[in-house]
């Protein structure tokens, strides 16, 4: 069966650290996937997706990077963090054009 | 294009009450419509789905209905637990998007 991998759980980095989140998926191939990330009480706000290696779609533009090395991998980045990027991180996957999607547990990021 | 719109949060109920949480859309085409449920500090999870028009999705004794003369996939329970406090996500993808669009989310808390 699939599993979607998401770590870390939680993480507190200072303002002007780098930042790096991963996520895997297993059990599948070629999945689209998908970065959202949550502030405190609000919707969720898509900021990558990718259909495959090396094809990344940023949907807002900001102080955060991402790319897909493997299949399965989709890594979440940053040079430098702002106050402003604290929040919850979604990864998700699907398969073809968009039916259900398939979340991780998230990271709760929180930038000082 | 596409948009989802829920009402607005949160809603306070009492065990055994019954629960609406409304949910309209604007799209193209025929999208599936979609209700995602999130726990607390979780990721998202399906928790039903509809493809078509009149088609009702189930479970966990909620329901909804894909209404398309009203755009609507209002989300319904007739009797809510302590343990459905959650937030509620509405969604739809469709028309070979790899997108899916979502609402808001709306907070549901039930009190004993």
């Known amino acids: 069966s699939q599993t979607i991998h998401q770590w870390p759980a939680t993480l507190v980095q200072p303002v002007g650290s780098p930042l790096s989140l991963e996520c895997t998926v297993e059990?599948?191939?070629?999945?689209?996937l998908y970065w959202y990330r949550q502030a405190a009480g609000r919707g969720l706000q898509l900021l990558f997706y990718?259909?495959?290696?090396?094809?990344i779609s940023s949907e807002v533009p900001q102080n955060l990077s991402a790319s897909r090395p493997q299949d399965r991998q989709f890594i979440l980045s940053s040079k430098k963090l702002l106050l402003s990027d604290s929040g919850f991180y979604l990864c998700?996957?699907?398969?073809?054009?968009?039916?259900?999607?398939?979340f991780g547990s998230g990271t709760q990021l929180s930038v000082l | 294009g596409d948009s989802v719109t829920q009402m607005e949060g949160p809603v306070t109920l009492s065990e055994e009450a019954f629960l609406t949480i409304n949910c309209t859309y604007t799209?193209?085409?025929?999208?599936?419509l979609f209700w995602y449920v999130q726990y607390p500090g979780e990721g998202l999870q399906l928790l039903l789905k509809?493809?078509?028009?009149?088609d009702k999705g189930s479970n966990k004794g909620f329901e909804a209905t894909y209404r398309k003369e009203t755009t609507s996939f209002h989300l319904e329970k007739g009797s809510v637990q302590v343990s459905d406090s959650a937030v509620y996500f509405c969604?739809?993808?469709?028309?070979?998007?790899?997108?899916?669009?979502f609402g808001r989310g709306t907070s549901l808390i039930v009190h004993p």
């Open positions: 998700a996957w699907t398969l073809g054009s968009v039916e259900k999607l398939f």
């Open positions: 990718s259909v495959g290696i090396g094809q």
């Open positions: 059990g599948t191939s070629n999945p689209n």
């Open positions: 509809a493809t078509k028009a009149d």
């Open positions: 969604a739809l993808s469709g028309g070979g998007s790899y997108i899916p669009t």
């Open positions: 799209a193209t085409g025929y999208p599936s």
